[in-house]
């Protein structure tokens, strides 16, 4: 009996050793790899969502995701790829707003010459990426090894920019945008540590104008010369012709061109009936005709984006704030009404601005989930 103890406590503990799992203790890759593989995506998802250690789960990604692929064979790699390649992406979006980056600045460096005061510069910052993008990133190389991409790819590629646009950071997408803006706007030294993720995506699919389109939401903010370009380029396109006016007349109004932007957001209008797009120049309409002091305007230009997505928040309240303030209480009273009584509540676009094509995300993961488990 001792020596039967003795056997099995060695045996826990050369497993636990070993690295092996225990019990109550995280899935390891491979396992969730086989769950996700089968179809199990929500429950994948859902232990994605707890308490993971991101680094942990790229090293072992790194490790032993071709291994796991390279073990279905030949007939099965491409599925087992993609398969991959959508966990890391589904993980990658589980995380990332948790952790994303960070920008460390450095201390001053002095030079001290015998006779002279001391010398002193301003290193600028360093940045270090951390799991979630490069999680995206072994993923992306891992299709791109591909020399002819595949339509599949494609659907990946537009669920990657949904995930990355998500993050609020256009740094990932197209390199630092804070070049000479100095140390305290955030600007970085360690340029080669850039990703530019679409830097590998925009020579794969050239004809695809969403990842032309993202290349002017990246540099809206900092680089609006630069999104200018790109708007005023896209704006005859039948796919993304009306985001990309809509999107150059929000930068107007808030550059205070107000007059400029109101043609851009009509004629953002005539270019495109998804609803996302009409009720954002719609709404932005309404606030620059606020800024001009044209209340009957900026009403019709509400209740026009309230029509696109009836009870939408920020059109509905401000709608309401008007009406109000022209003495109609009782038709406010009955707005507010209106919409803290719809159930379910409506997706506001505007609250989904600034994270783009993640409003596809549903549509793209499920394409590549059917795609696994065809």
């Not at 225990?22 to 995506?41: H, I, K, M, Q, W």
């Not at 692929?69 to 589904?90: Q, V």
């Not at 540099?219 to 005023?232: E, H, I, K, P, S």
């Amino acid at each position: 009996m001792f020596l039967r103890r003795v056997l099995v406590l060695s045996f826990v503990l050369a497993t636990c050793l070993a690295g092996g799992p225990t019990a109550g203790g995280p899935a390891s890759v491979v396992e969730l790899l086989d769950r996700y593989l089968a179809g199990r995506f929500d429950a994948v998802v859902e232990e994605l969502s707890g308490e993971v250690d991101y680094g942990d789960l790229l090293k072992q990604l790194r490790r032993d995701g071709p291994g796991w692929i390279a073990a279905g064979g030949s007939e099965d790699r491409a599925r087992r790829e993609l398969a991959a390649a959508t966990f890391a992406l589904e993980a990658a979006r589980a995380g990332e707003w948790r952790e994303w980056k960070l920008t460390q600045m450095q201390s001053q460096v002095c030079v001290v010459d015998s006779g002279t005061d001391p010398w002193c510069y301003q290193p600028l910052n360093v940045l270090y990426w951390k799991a979630p993008p490069l999680l995206i990133e072994w993923a992306c190389d891992l299709l791109r090894r591909q020399e002819t991409p595949t339509a599949i790819e494609r659907w990946w590629q537009l669920a990657a920019l949904a995930v990355a646009q998500r993050s609020e950071d256009p740094q990932f997408l197209v390199g630092d945008t804070k070049i000479g803006l100095g140390v305290l706007a955030g600007e970085i030294g360690n340029t080669q540590d850039e990703i530019k993720h679409l830097d590998h995506v925009i020579p794969r699919f050239p004809k695809e104008m969403r990842f032309v389109l993202a290349q002017g939401i990246a540099r809206d903010r900092d680089w609006t010369d630069d999104a200018v370009q790109v708007y005023r380029a896209l704006e005859n396109h039948p796919d993304v012709g009306g985001e990309a006016m809509m999107r150059l007349g929000a930068m107007q109004l808030r550059q205070r061109q107000v007059s400029d932007a109101v043609k851009s957001l009509e004629r953002a209008e005539t270019l495109t009936r998804d609803p996302y797009v009409v009720f954002l120049a719609r709404y932005f309409k309404g606030r620059a005709f606020e800024r001009q002091r044209h209340a009957r305007e900026a009403e019709g230009a509400y209740r026009g984006a309230a029509a696109a997505v009836p009870h939408a928040q920020s059109a509905t309240m401000a709608l309401a704030s008007l009406v109000f303030q022209d003495g109609r209480r009782t038709e406010a009273h009955a707005l507010i009404r209106g919409m803290l009584a719809a159930s379910p509540p409506p997706a506001d676009p505007w609250r989904a601005y600034v994270h783009a094509d993640d409003r596809f995300w549903p549509q793209l993961v499920g394409r590549l989930r059917a795609e696994i488990v065809r």
